[in-house]
């Protein structure tokens, strides 16, 4: 009888355990976000991670030399939808046909891109 309650303890704390971890895997949905500046352009870019593998992809120009208005006109944001795929801390998002792959650190933050050109988003 011993025997049985003990396995049925180790039993119980595998699956409390288990129903930790997929509670814990939802924590990646939300809002990151990068803000930046180059060549004078200061952006604003946001993710929305949603639970049902969806995302939005915004882009806000907060700052716009004057030399550059006439290229961008008087649309100051943009947003996409896509698709995002998670397989271990690598993060798939797929916008108009586009991949772009980046590394997810602890649910607090996306980094797209490697090198000098890579961006973190921070939840």
Known sequence: M???AKWLGVFAV???LGAAMLACGGKLEGKYTYKG???????KQTI??????????????LE??????DM?????SSSQE???????????????GHD????IKKGKSITMGEGDKAVTYKK
Do not use: A, R, W
């Not at 716009?64 to 208005?69: Q, T, V």
């Open 14 to 16: 595998v699956v409390c």
């Open 48 to 61: 929305e991670l949603k639970k049902d593998g969806k995302c939005t992809v915004t882009m806000e120009y």
């Open 37 to 43: 500046s180059d060549s004078g352009m200061t952006v």
């Open 82 to 96: 896509g698709t995002y795929k998670i397989d271990g801390d690598k993060i798939t998002i797929t916008v108009d």
């Open 72 to 76: 961008i006109g008087d649309q100051t």
């Open 100 to 103: 772009m792959v980046g590394t």
């Open 64 to 69: 716009i030399p004057d030399e550059m208005k």
């Open 2 to 4: 011993k025997k049985f």
